[in-house]
């Protein structure tokens, strides 16, 4: 398993910008797929973006145009670049490695969007 931790979240107003960070434990973040989900109150944990080891990424259409995943393999670090953020961006937001053997999640960090 790897050990993910990610900061960057907090309260923000609508319009606004945030970038959450993810950092690995191992290097087999390098092999990995990373993800960000999130997940609001009441509702399941859904797919935000991910980036594969090729550096492929795929967003959810509510994110797409405004979100933006990359990572860093000398760092062992995934990013969210979140621009023009809406109320319904309002979530706790968690980071994911998978690899054929393993899936491992972060604590998650919250992102707040209100006025």
């Known amino acids: 398993q790897v050990q993910l931790v990610e900061s960057g979240g907090g309260l923000v107003q609508p319009g606004g910008s945030l970038r959450l960070s993810c950092a690995a434990s191992t290097s087999i973040f390098r092999r990995s797929t990373m993800g960000w989900y999130r997940q609001a109150p009441g509702n399941q944990r859904e797919l935000v973006a991910t980036?594969?080891?090729?550096?492929?990424?795929n967003y959810a259409d509510s994110v797409k145009g405004r979100f933006t995943i990359t990572r860093d393999n000398a760092k062992d670090t995934v990013y969210l670049q979140m621009n023009s953020l809406k109320p319904e961006d309002t979530a706790v937001y968690y980071c994911n490695a998978r690899t054929p053997l393993s899936n491992s999640w972060g604590q998650g960090t919250q992102v707040t969007v209100s006025s």
């Open positions: 980036i594969t080891s090729f550096y492929s990424t």
